[in-house]
């Protein structure tokens, strides 16, 4: 985390909610990327309350920092052969 840990040192709290996750990491990530990789079981440790997802900022940039050059969390490569080539068009 070494390249990212000054969005840490400049994050006013412990604590990133996903509405706020552009915000963090200066407009490369969006609320909706991190809903997606959560979804495909790849995304950064995650809390909820109630409602609300949140996420430790040493956590969040940590994930970042780790998925810097990575576009294989999409959720596909979780997927079966068969199921992945559906969704890839390549299937029945």
């Known amino acids: 985390m070494k390249r990212l840990h000054s969005l840490v040192e400049k994050w006013p709290s412990a604590i990133v909610a996903r509405s706020m996750v552009s915000e963090f990491s200066g407009g490369v990530l969006s609320p909706g990327t ?3 990789a959560d ?8 809390m909820k309350f109630r409602r609300k997802v949140a996420y ?8 970042m920092e780790e998925h810097l050059d990575d576009t294989s ?4 490569e ?6 992945r080539a559906e969704k890839e068009g390549g299937g029945k």
């Open 78 to 83: 979780r997927l079966e052969p068969e199921r």
């Open 34 to 36: 991190l809903a997606n």
């Open 73 to 76: 969390c999409t959720g596909l």
């Open 39 to 46: 979804s495909a079981g790849c995304g950064p440790p995650r």
């Open 56 to 63: 430790l900022a040493t956590d969040l940039a940590r994930w």
